[in-house]
């Protein structure tokens, strides 16, 4: 898909060589200085009550006089005129007109505010959206839309800020792609190995150095905690380390770490069966990582990124780690292993002691974590937990710059009491309240010398019922924070 912007007042319109225009119109009525033939068809479109102001409400005419484009769609955006508004509108307008046969599509907002950075990336994210079908596993899946071009119209003043966004919007809209091609993915076809493979071929695409170690390599190392997880599979494990430097050798990279349990059964702790199949996205975070490095790379960030992605199935079977068995972490720590479904903090910790051999300016963990997180939050907002107040606020702030929300919960010490075990350091389980809180706190054990924050995407990272399917969250969020960091 293109992307461009195209510098024309609405008087501009009528010339626009696309093969459809979508007015996106802010407000509660129609504004002044629409060209006449938008004017006069949108009037009595109005009065037919054929349009209405009703955000995502769309009207279609085909050849309009005056308009050069054979398509005119309009469509309503409500009152408040936020680039979150533009977003909804326009992926409604090209709901409308994706399965038509619009190849070339102009989008003119109005009754917006000075067009900026966002309006553009909110326009990437609203097409790329709209416009994503899986279909690696669906040969009957409905043939690709036509729709090849998107240009957005704007004011000379705004086409600078408005191109970035677009720039921006690319790389976000690639990354996310990604990480739902990866997740959405049945967990036979989804394994370790294809995320590795995945990750080794974005390496080579992009210019990422991406190393995989195996195993043996793994119990070299001593990660008794992710081996346990990994044991009841025949599966390969894989732990994958991706890294992009943008940035001279001697600056402290971020390190991405994503959990990525290509299926998680439960383990010995079996789950139930409804809704195990949704359990493939466990390696939503994994997914969300390597997304990110993807965007990250096409925006050739001048910033040293690491992303860690330890990856197995939890399975039960005659190998099976069993509920109280200890195992030793990377880190030294033991852990009795109470519960087999929480494997999640088991890959992890192993995973964020690892990453301390970076040096790391800051490590950010990405994980379908706890149910307990879709409980407190739903599907809006991902739970954020740092210790540091600082990194917490860029992570915040980021979610809401890329309209890809957190919001911070706690972890105060008296979470870590629920932690304790008479047979190991620490039990991989808390009581059943605050649970999102207490697997935070286990990971804080492992990251005592590190900036270091965690987000828990078990509410965002895919959807449920009709809609199933990964969302590619927080590819946005991150790609941001490190567009923050990279003085962008
Ligand atoms: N992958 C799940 C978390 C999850 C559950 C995400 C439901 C999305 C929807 C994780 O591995 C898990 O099973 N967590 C347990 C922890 C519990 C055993 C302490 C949970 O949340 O039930
Ligand atoms: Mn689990
Ligand atoms: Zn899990």
């Given at each position: 898909m293109d992307f461009k912007t195209q510098v024309a007042g609405t008087a501009g319109w009528g010339a626009t060589?696309?093969?459809?225009?979508?007015?996106?119109?802010?407000?509660?009525?129609?504004p002044p200085g629409l060209p006449k033939a938008v004017a006069a068809v949108l009037e009595s479109a109005v009065e037919a009550g054929d349009f209405v102001f009703k955000p995502g409400h769309v009207f279609y005419a085909h050849?309009?006089?005056?308009?050069k484009a054979a398509r005119l769609a309009v469509v309503a955006a409500g009152e408040t005129a936020s680039a979150k508004a533009l977003r909804k509108a326009v992926a409604a307008g090209?709901?409308?007109l994706k399965n038509g046969g619009t190849k070339d599509l102009a989008i003119a907002a109005v009754g917006f505010e000075a067009l900026d950075a966002t309006h553009g990336e909110a326009v990437v994210a609203a097409v790329a959206e709209t416009l994503y079908l899986y279909r690696a596993t669906k040969p009957s899946a409905p043939a690709a839309a036509k729709l090849a071009s998107v240009t957005l119209v704007c004011a000379k003043a705004e086409a600078e800020a408005v191109d970035e966004g677009l720039r921006i919007g690319r790389a976000v809209a690639a990354g996310v792609e990604l990480a739902r091609e990866c997740a959405n993915r049945p967990g036979n076809h989804c394994t370790p190995t294809y995320l590795a493979q995945t990750a080794k071929s974005l390496g080579k695409e992009h210019g990422l150095k991406v190393e995989v170690?195996?195993?043996k390599d793994v119990e070299k190392l001593g990660m008794g905690a992710f081996l346990a997880v990994a044991q009841g599979s025949d599966e390969p494990l894989k732990f994958i380390v991706a890294r992009w430097q943008g940035a001279a050798k001697t600056e402290a990279p971020v390190v991405l770490v994503g959990k990525g349990i290509t299926f998680d059964s439960g383990g010995i702790s079996l789950k139930p069966g409804a809704e195990m199949d949704e359990m493939k996205f466990d390696m939503g975070g994994a997914a969300s990582v390597l997304g990110t490095?993807?965007?990250v790379a096409e925006l050739g960030l001048k910033l040293n990124v690491v992303a860690v992605v330890p990856a197995c199935e939890n399975l039960p079977s005659g190998r099976a780690v069993k509920p109280g068995d200890v195992v030793t972490s990377l880190s030294?720590?033991?852990i009795e292993i109470l519960n087999t479904d929480a494997e999640g903090r088991l890959i992890l910790c192993d995973a964020l002691t690892y990453a301390e051999r970076f040096k790391p300016a800051a490590i950010v963990d990405i994980a379908t974590l706890t149910g307990a997180c879709v409980i407190a939050l739903g599907h809006h907002r991902s739970g954020l937990f740092s210790p540091d107040d600082a990194l917490a606020a860029e992570l915040l702030a980021a979610g809401e710059a890329a309209a890809d929300p957190a919001w911070r919960l706690p972890l105060d010490e008296e979470y870590d009491e629920g932690l304790k075990s008479n047979f190991a350091d620490m039990g991989n389980v808390g009581p059943r309240a605050g649970g999102s809180i207490t697997a935070a706190m286990f990971l804080k054990r492992f990251t005592a010398k590190q900036r270091w924050a965690h987000l828990d995407i078990a509410g965002t990272a895919w959807k449920s019922g009709a809609a199933k399917g990964a969302t590619g969250r927080p590819v946005p969020l991150l790609t941001h924070f490190l567009l923050q960091r990279a003085g962008r």
């Open positions: 060589s696309a093969d459809a225009l979508l007015v996106v119109l802010a407000g509660a009525s129609l050849r309009v006089q005056g308009l090209v709901a409308a170690l195996e195993r490095m993807r965007a030294g720590q033991t």
